[in-house]
């Protein structure tokens, strides 16, 4: 098993009195983590995906759950946005039986979050986990192995599945988008037409790295504005993608509304648009390297609480900084670069401005940006 950074802190938890949430993609590992965290302990498992369960677990009164958890003290509940009502359901466990320590996982932000935010409030430990991150990788493989193995990490990913099969990383790629990838997100985003979603998570694929116009999208695939927003919004809470907006602040004629789109996965989005070419011959390099690196440090500002806000900048007059980090009163910005032919500069409009840190990372460098170091960086 790969260990997991958040694993240290989600143990120190444990018998707080409150439930421990972990939600994240499927199959990012998140019932391995707890179930690992749990050996050796008598638990109560009950799988959401399962029909009989949800039906037992949608509304249930106190004594029916008490029979149901009997003699123990931990309950593990998997999936459990698939159960109607599931809120009311964990409230009433971690308020009536109190000896019982509760964990649950979730694949999807669309209901969880809803279903828990009244009813848990106060009452949980909430993390987020996903993909292997390059640290947790890198930890595991060992620097010489990671070294050699980055080129294919920026085509297949880091989903575990993926990991654990050299050699059949497409065949599990495909797998995993096919059977999994839009599972909550067609049944619970109330999509009419998985179609039009298909061609937009397509478009939004070929334009990582690039600014993303939602009236261009909306003309190219055929569907009103308002729906494209929705869906990128219910991608989003399927952790499939995340935004970046554009940071604005004090330069005239900054881009105030722009956003960028990146995928949590580059192995997810090489499969969607089909393309596992090797990295020489591949014309979206700098593309896949930017997504790599971006979804890295969310990962690590995440994990680690560092509280980063992070956007990218760009001028009317095409100035632009990849990525910006605002961290307190620091402001940082980074450009990213596979391939350093000639030494590249940031704008000095941005620098000076904003008082602001500047850095390219690179091949040789990277390390720095998609590990940190919480001590390293107060200190910079």
Known sequence: MINRI??????????RGKAIIIVGPRQVGKTTLIKNLLNGIDYGFFDGDDPAIRSILANPNTEEIRRLIGNRKVVFIDEGQRIKGIG????????QIKEVQLWVSGSSSFLLFDELNEPLTGRKWEYQLYPISWEEYENHVGYLKGEQQLESRLLYGF???VINNPGDEIEVLQNLVNSYLYRDILA???IRKPEILDNLVLALALQIGSEVNYNELS???GIDRNTVIKYIDILEKGYVIFRLKSYSRNVRNEIKKGR?????????????IGNF????LRTDKGALWENFLVSERIKQNRYKLTLARSYFWRTTQQQEIDYVEDQGQQLSGYEFKWNIKKSPKLPKTFI???SAKGKIVTRANFRDFVVINPKEEKRR
Do not use: C, H, M
């Open 6 to 15: 958040i694993a240290t802190r989600v143990k120190s938890k444990i018998g």
């Open 88 to 95: 009311l359901t964990l409230k009433i466990i971690v308020d």
């Open 159 to 161: 989903y575990p599945d």
């Open 188 to 190: 619970l985003g109330d």
């Open 219 to 221: 003309q190219l695939i």
């Open 260 to 272: 960028k789109i990146y995928f949590y996965d580059n192995g997810i989005r090489n499969t969607i």
């Open 277 to 280: 070419q090797d990295l020489k």
């Open 352 to 354: 000076e401005k904003y």
